[in-house]
């Protein structure tokens, strides 16, 4: 599903998932926080998820059209690959590429981990998104990709699952501060009526705060989202990449000071 009015020519940031919900959940709070800061944003959507028990197609779309709005993002796709038999093939690569040529972002996001207890959709959409960034780039392929022209997409990111099968060892993680959109992020997440009824959104709300409080309280931020990189961080200031965590949110008090640091 496009979003309507104008489509952005390019886009600085790209999300993919599987399912409709996957991206609100994993950093939806982020997302909001690049659109304030003025980036152009997009959701690739590998799928519509349904079936579901409670879900229709229409209701589906319905739904991921909303959480776009809430969370301001400019543009959000859905590629109608197949659900519940999503795999890592061919076709499916060529098919996210093409989206990927087309919009030509500096960053991807994409969803990561095994999730055996959940959909294994979650897999198969990781290995079909790395497969198609680099596809993005090949030449002398154009017809496989509508005759877009090849792009380097200079950025992975990934979102881990937080209930990942695996324990990760990544070159590199960081946390984004989304301690002012986590209510925003939320709020895109409890669109999903198909998906979360009453009791279920006071569990997966339960998991979201607790999963960003803890990641966030590991930087001194009240709530943030996990980020790896396949390679180390770089940097060019190494004060300006340390002073992106603000330490402790209980730090030890220091002797006549009634007040938390504020630098």
């Avoid at 659900?83 to 060529?94: A, G, Q």
Wanted: hydrophobic share 35%; net charge neutral; with cysteine.
């Amino acid at each position: 599903m496009d979003s309507p009015g104008t489509e952005p020519e390019r886009l600085d940031v790209i999300a993919v998932a599987p399912h409709p919900d996957d991206v609100e959940i994993l950093c939806g709070g982020t997302l909001a926080k690049l659109v304030q800061l003025g980036y152009q944003v997009g959701i690739l959507d590998l799928t519509n998820g349904e079936p579901t028990p409670r879900g229709t197609v229409e209701k589906r779309l319905a739904e991921a059209e909303q959480a776009r709005r809430i969370l301001g993002v400019q543009l959000r796709k859905n590629l109608d690959l197949p659900n519940r038999v999503l795999m890592d093939c061919p076709e499916h690569r060529f098919r996210l590429a093409t989206e990927f040529r087309r919009y030509r972002p500096s960053v991807i996001i994409v969803a990561y981990g095994r999730t055996p207890a959940a959909s294994p959709d979650h897999y198969q959409g990781q290995l079909i998104a790395e497969a198609a960034r680099f596809y993005s780039q090949l030449t002398r392929w154009d017809e496989r990709f509508h005759h877009t022209a090849p792009y380097r997409i200079p950025h992975l990111v990934y979102a881990p699952f937080p209930f990942d099968a695996e324990n990760r060892h990544w070159h590199s993680q960081f946390v984004i501060d989304i301690s002012e959109t986590i209510e925003q992020k939320l709020a895109a997440v409890r669109v999903y009526e198909s998906q979360f009824d009453a009791h279920r959104f006071q569990r997966v709300e339960h998991m979201i705060r607790s999963v960003n409080g803890y990641h966030g309280a590991r930087c001194g931020f009240h709530y943030g989202e996990l980020f790896a990189l396949p390679t180390p961080v770089g940097a060019t200031d190494l004060v300006q990449l340390v002073h992106g965590s603000k330490g402790s949110l209980a730090p030890v008090q220091l002797p006549g000071r009634d007040h938390l640091p504020t630098g």
